[in-house]
Nanobody, 117 residues
Framework: VQLVESGGALAQPGGSLRLSCVASGFTFSTHDMRWCRQVPGKEHELVASITSTSSRANYIASVKGRFTISRDNDKNTLYLQMDDLKVEDTAIYYC???????????WGQGTQVTVSA
């Protein structure tokens, strides 16, 4: 299993970023997927999740209305559109499948998002 995140950058408050995650080594189209984030010294936090068919997406309260998770099963790619960024969104962002599955036991390298004026 390989999950390669990209798209992180330095952004100003109120700005936008689009994260991508290219998946390989498993059948992407049959797995629910998620974006998580981590700040130094804290546990990974689930930010958003999406079902395998994109029928349903869920978000934590702090990003609801600002972030949009999506996927393209033909491209084996997961996305996170991040709008109206806030300083507290600063973190390393990771994509993953359900963490109870052994194939998703290891995190990828993540992508750094820094929101600062």
């Amino acid at each position: 299993v390989q999950l390669v995140e990209s798209g992180g950058a330095l952004a100003q408050p109120g700005g936008s970023l689009r994260l991508s995650c290219v998946a390989s080594g498993f059948t992407f189209s049959t797995h629910d997927m998620r974006w998580c984030r981590q700040v130094p010294g804290k546990e990974h936090e689930l930010v958003a999740s999406i079902t395998s068919t994109s029928s349903r997406a869920n978000y934590i309260a702090s990003v609801k209305g600002r972030f949009t998770i999506s996927r393209d099963n033909d491209k084996n790619t997961l996305y996170l559109q991040m709008d109206d960024l806030k300083v507290e969104d600063t973190a390393i962002y990771y994509c993953s499948g359900p963490r109870y599955l052994p194939i998703f036991a290891t995190w990828g390298q993540g992508t750094q998002v820094t929101v600062s004026a």
